[in-house]
């Protein structure tokens, strides 16, 4: 008598149509969503950049970016205070500082202005003045304002959601200026953190789908032998 395997039989044909999803399972691309691009660039200035009832400018250029902007964040290290202002940021006079007088805002390479501290600021002045840092960044909860020099992060002006969607490359611009003299502003140094919207997920072929193939063939084949040499001859 034969012994027989019944290839006909649901268990079978379930390992048969498995090794079948398997081969192929392994061959599907995996989609993987590369994280976003981030540059950063940071300066400090010794002497220190002072304005006294006039503006200046400094900024830094970007390259390598290839989708647009997603996010901006800049941290600004400044000086307000009663003249004089040491070369290397530090208040000398010690009057009133006039911090009121503060304005400062970021431009884009397309030229798109973001006010980070503009006029009706809410800002007073101190006996002395002071060194802060304040990063702007849209997810604060506040603007500068009040009668002291605070560091910490701060809502912008205006929202820095205005430059999504532009190009990151090229050069962006710190605008400061101190708007009336006999009460000095320097700016110590800056940074700025450009974002970059992820681009799309990227197709990558799945994970060793030349020997899952080559594995899930095999089986296949072997399966059919078997089945081939136990079925009963005519």
């Not at 994280?35 to 970007?62: E, H, I, K, M, R």
């Not at 202002?85 to 006079?93: K, V």
Request: with cysteine; charged share 15%.
């Amino acid at each position: 008598s034969w012994n027989t395997l019944n290839y006909d039989s649901p268990p079978l044909k379930a390992a048969l149509k498995f090794s079948g999803i398997f081969a192929a399972g392994l061959a599907l691309p995996l989609f993987i969503a590369p994280a976003a691009s981030a540059l950063t660039q940071s300066a400090t200035f010794n002497p220190v950049l002072q304005v006294d009832g006039s503006s200046g400018t400094t900024g830094f250029t970007f390259s390598g970016f290839t989708g647009p902007v997603s996010s901006v964040t800049t941290t600004i290290n400044l000086t307000k205070c009663d003249d004089p202002i040491s070369t290397t940021g530090a208040c000398l006079g010690t009057d009133n500082s006039w911090n009121e007088e503060i304005r400062l805002s970021l431009q884009s390479p397309t030229g798109t202005i973001v006010q980070l501290v503009a006029a009706g600021n809410n800002l007073d002045g101190q006996d002395p003045g002071d060194t802060v840092s304040w990063t702007f960044d849209d997810t604060a909860s506040s603007l500068v304002s009040g009668n002291l020099l605070i560091s910490g992060t701060y809502l912008p002006f205006s929202s820095l959601s205005a430059f999504s969607s532009e190009t990151g490359n090229g050069t962006w611009n710190l605008l400061y200026a101190d708007t009336e003299e006999e009460d000095p502003m320097s700016i110590n140094g800056w940074s700025l953190t450009v974002n970059e919207v992820s681009a799309p997920p990227a197709s990558v072929p799945g994970p060793l789908p030349v020997l899952g193939l080559a594995a899930a063939f095999g089986f296949s084949r072997r399966m059919r032998r078997r089945i081939a040499t136990q079925r009963p001859k005519d």
